[in-house]
């Protein structure tokens, strides 16, 4: 079965640090992008960082220069470093990969989410 498994999430202080860690199920094949989103209570959700099988990155313009995303492809693990973390950023986070493309259907697959309270 197929799913992605994360950690990492809890309770941190403003300014804290914490790490969360996805582990992709090996059912998953060809995997693409993966990447971080998150929604806040009664937001939407959005795109945190993004990371390409080559290494590339992405972020959000308000997370620039805290976070950092990184991926071992060997494992189809992908993780996400965050650094003084804002109360705002209190968020259920998500690892989302994206697996196909090169002429095959692109398949989203998300996780069930991580909790990440900053405390002011």
């Known amino acids: 079965q197929a799913q992605l498994v994360e950690s990492g999430g809890g309770l941190v202080q403003a300014g804290g640090s914490l790490r969360l860690s996805c582990a992709a199920s090996?059912?998953?094949?060809?995997?693409?992008?993966m990447g971080w989103y998150r929604q806040a209570p009664a937001k939407q959700r959005e795109l945190v960082a993004t990371?390409?099988?080559?290494?590339?990155?992405n972020y959000t313009d308000s997370v620039k220069g805290r976070f950092t995303i990184s991926r071992d492809n060997a494992k189809n693990t992908v993780s996400l470093q965050m650094n003084s973390l804002k109360p705002e950023e209190t968020a259920v986070y998500y690892c989302?990969?994206?697996?196909?493309?090169?002429?095959?259907?692109?398949?989203?697959?998300w996780g069930k989410g991580t909790l990440v309270t900053v405390s002011s």
């Open positions: 989302n990969v994206v697996a196909g493309g090169l002429g095959r259907p692109l398949i989203y697959y």
């Open positions: 090996g059912s998953i094949r060809s995997i693409n992008a």
């Open positions: 990371i390409t099988t080559d290494g590339r990155t």
